[in-house]
């Protein structure tokens, strides 16, 4: 993985295959209460420059958020992305990607609601919930 040009991912039945072209060689992690609900820990998060869908009759969306969408296979139930809805940006979840596993961390956010179990490794930055929000508010988003 560590000059791919692209990255191909599935969920567990396949019938909904990810293509992200280039993708960054790190994931970032969300420890917030909906992604820990989300997905029974945290959300490890990879982005890329661009992506291709194949399967999309087979997503389901729920937006979870005024802000955020997120997407699961309707067929067998694998958590695939966290869309942001101010932007359009979509991360996927690492676990769908051949090769994800031997990215490092970028940084952990919402720290300060992650479960005690969730403890990870390394020497990357972690930024609270109120530091993470503060930093897109000065982006200029806004949160209700």
């Known amino acids: 993985m560590a000059d791919a040009a692209t990255i191909e991912g599935h969920c567990?039945?396949?019938?909904?295959?990810?293509?992200?072209?280039?993708?960054?060689?790190?994931?970032?992690?969300?420890?917030?209460?909906?992604?820990?609900?989300?997905?029974?820990?945290?959300?490890?998060?990879?982005?890329?420059?661009?992506?291709?869908?194949?399967?999309?009759?087979?997503?389901?969306t729920f937006q979870s958020s005024s802000w955020a969408e997120r997407a699961f296979c309707g067929t067998c139930g694998s958590n695939l992305w966290y869309k942001f809805l101010p932007t359009g940006n979509r991360s996927f979840v690492a676990g769908l990607f051949d090769g994800a596993e031997t990215l490092g961390i970028e940084k952990e956010i919402f720290v300060d609601e992650k479960a005690r179990w969730t403890d990870l490794a390394g020497d990357h930055p972690r930024q609270t919930g109120a530091e993470v929000i503060a930093e897109a508010r000065e982006a200029g988003f806004e949160f209700d």
């Open 12 to 60: 567990l039945c396949r019938a909904v295959r990810i293509t992200i072209s280039h993708p960054k060689h790190h994931v970032e992690i969300c420890h917030c209460d909906m992604c820990r609900r989300w997905g029974g820990a945290f959300y490890p998060a990879l982005t890329g420059e661009s992506f291709a869908i194949a399967g999309e009759d087979a997503v389901t």
